[in-house]
């Protein structure tokens, strides 16, 4: 069997997909992934010996020079990425069973798009439910055009946000399908994800509530990671107490001020030490104090059960990373789907939550506070003990099963 990945995203939409696709091969598949070419994604691919294929512009610069909101430019971006589908991942999916599909819209809905031109099994997979159409929740906001405010039933606005997505994407993707030889669709946002799309959170962290759209809840998608940690950065830990952890993934923190200090500052008022992730901000320490430690890409796994703390954003891979560490939190939400799981946190009681996306020292050191308390750690470590680990395994054997069963002869003559 033959499945192609495509993946366009920060290394929160990519790492997930690694996983998938690694234990696919562990189960006999021939895999391939389509991502980014950002040279880390290159060198993660590479480390775990997966074959990438380069689709698109890399997404550091554009995360870090995009205005957070702004929609300058998006139409353009979103054209550049359906042709990206269109063109290269359409190629490398020719004589493939299976294509899934992690990305924003308009990736998913050029992919689908593909994987219907070519007779294959198309899979939307998300790693959060708040992207998807449910009556318990509202929908995210889409770039430039803001979700009203005034109290308007949930199923009303995500009517309006699937109007919103269709005139946003409709007409670049009917075009690119038209050049395809396939026929207009008219409703992007529903056509994406398609009639069963899949969850791959962990039902503890991110629970779906049922409603009429066939969601699959597979687990989060994650690889265990068996790299040591560097040799300085595990001198550092076993010289004093556990240190609190801070970064921001991906996040480029622009309006944020001065987080490092910040961060560092409410650490050291919390009497302890740090240690701090550069992270797509690029962030340094404040100064050359003995008690904080730098870090560059470094094995999370293993540094979040050796903290007393974890400082984030709140994204869906580190929030499930520390949960499974079974060390508190504490979400400082930019935005996205990040408020959803700083509210996850701080519901399920392994953390909490920091008021705003810019902390100074006093706010985080209050909210640092709240997530040391006496029996956070212990319902921290309850929890981790009910996060499944078989995300992966459940996936990739309804994967093979399902593609398996809808192999269609166009795929067979592709």
């Not at 979700?147 to 269709?166: G, K, M």
């Amino acid at each position: 069997m033959r499945v192609l990945f495509s993946a366009y995203g920060s290394r929160g939409s990519v790492e997930p997909i690694v996983a998938l696709a690694v234990r696919l091969r562990e189960l006999g598949a021939d895999v391939r992934v389509c991502a980014p070419p950002d040279e880390e994604f290159a060198q993660r691919l590479a480390e775990v010996g997966l074959e990438m294929l380069p689709a698109g512009e890399p997404v550091r610069p554009l995360v870090t020079t995009v205005t957070p909101g702004s929609a300058a430019g998006l139409a353009q971006r979103a054209s550049d990425l359906m042709a990206v589908q269109f063109g290269a991942v359409a190629e490398a999916a020719r004589g493939c069973d299976a294509l899934v599909v992690t990305g924003p819209l308009p990736v998913a809905a050029a992919a689908r798009s593909v994987a219907d031109l070519l007779g294959i099994r198309y899979v939307h997979a998300g790693h959060q439910p708040v992207a998807l159409p449910s009556p318990h929740h509202r929908p995210p906001v889409r770039r430039g055009r803001p979700v009203p405010s005034q109290d308007i039933e949930n199923r009303t606005l995500w009517d309006e946000d699937a109007r919103i997505a269709h005139t946003m994407f409709g007409e670049m993707l009917n075009t690119h399908r038209a050049h395809a030889g396939l026929p207009p669709v008219d409703n992007v946002r529903d056509y994406a994800f398609g009639d069963r799309p899949w969850l791959a959170a962990d039902p503890v962290l991110a629970p779906w509530q049922p409603t009429g759209l066939d969601v699959v809840q597979t687990g989060a998608w994650i690889l265990p990671d068996e790299r040591p940690l560097p040799a300085d950065l595990a001198a550092f830990l076993d010289a004093g107490e556990p240190p609190v952890y801070a970064g921001f993934g991906s996040m480029p923190m622009t309006g944020a001020g001065d987080v490092a200090r910040a961060a560092v500052g409410a650490i050291r008022a919390q009497g302890r030490r740090a240690v701090l992730s550069r992270g797509w901000a690029g962030l340094a320490l404040p100064d050359d104090g003995d008690d904080c430690f730098l870090v560059g890409e470094v094995n999370q796994q293993a540094l979040f059960r050796r903290v007393a703390a974890v400082v984030h954003h709140g994204s869906a891979s580190t929030t499930t990373t520390a949960a499974l560490a079974g060390t508190p939190q504490v979400v400082v939400p930019q935005g996205a789907d990040q408020p959803y799981w700083a509210g996850r946190v701080t519901g399920l009681g392994i953390g909490t939550e920091h008021e705003g996306p810019a902390p100074t020292a006093d706010s985080l050191s209050a909210a640092l506070t709240a997530a040391l308390a006496p029996g956070v750690r212990e319902r921290a470590a309850a929890v981790a003990a009910t996060v499944r680990s078989d995300g992966t395994t459940v996936a990739a054997r309804l994967l093979l099963d399902e593609a398996g069963r809808n192999r269609t002869p166009a795929a067979a003559s592709a």
